[in-house]
């Protein structure tokens, strides 16, 4: 058999290693969630954890994981990323921002993802994601805008 290069642009493992779980035991530290759905209808979470390295004196976005879903609702997805720092034994605590999309399932005030980490961290920054908004709305947006031209090349644009 020829060998394999496999690098981490082209795979991901299931989890982090030893070493970075146990900086997250003692640091602060963001998380991004989003779910997806696979070309077989399978629900997934992915989670994204972004943290400062004093060593390399820059911000890191890593991949924490992908999970599946039993079923798409706040609750099944805010236990789902709970269960995946606590099986590692990383502090909840130690989670200062949530970014989420605004899909009402995540930023939902009353029974919302948001709000089920607002309840454990009452202290953490939550986030919302614009992206869908502009994708969704960007093309018939543009088409019923008016266009305007400018009055003079590279003259302060006023909107």
């Given at each position: 058999?020829?060998?394999?290069?496999?690098?981490?642009?082209?795979?991901?493992?299931?989890?982090?290693?030893?070493?970075?779980?146990?900086?997250?035991?003692?640091?602060?530290?963001?998380?991004?969630?989003?779910?997806?759905?696979?070309?077989?209808?399978?629900?997934?979470?992915?989670?994204?954890?972004?943290?400062?390295?004093?060593?390399?004196?820059?911000?890191?976005?890593?991949?924490?994981?992908?999970?599946?879903?039993?079923?798409?609702?706040a609750?099944?997805?805010?236990?789902?990323?709970?269960?995946?720092?606590?099986?590692?034994?990383?502090?909840?605590?130690?989670?200062?921002?949530?970014?989420?999309?605004?899909?009402?399932?995540?930023?939902?005030?009353l029974?919302?993802?948001?709000?089920?980490f607002?309840?454990?961290?009452?202290?953490?920054?939550?986030?919302?994601?614009?992206?869908?908004?502009?994708?969704?709305?960007?093309p018939?947006?543009?088409?019923a805008?008016p266009?305007?031209?400018?009055?003079?090349?590279g003259?302060?644009?006023?909107?």
């Open positions: 058999m020829k060998s394999v290069q496999c690098s981490r642009t082209k795979a991901t493992s299931g989890t982090f290693c030893s070493n970075e779980i146990e900086i997250l035991k003692e640091i602060y530290f963001s998380v991004i969630i989003d779910e997806t759905t696979d070309i077989s209808t399978s629900k997934y979470i992915v989670i994204i954890v972004r943290s400062y390295s004093k060593k390399e004196e820059r911000t890191l976005d890593s991949f924490f994981g992908l999970v599946e879903l039993s079923a798409a609702t609750d099944v997805i805010f236990n789902t990323v709970v269960d995946s720092f606590v099986k590692h034994d990383i502090p909840i605590i130690n989670i200062i921002g949530l970014a989420l999309d605004n899909a009402s399932v995540m930023m939902g005030h029974n919302g993802v948001k709000a089920k607002l309840e454990r961290v009452p202290n953490i920054f939550v986030m919302g994601c614009l992206s869908r908004h502009v994708t969704e709305g960007g018939g947006g543009a088409q805008t266009a305007k031209p400018c009055a003079t090349p003259a302060p644009l006023n909107f």
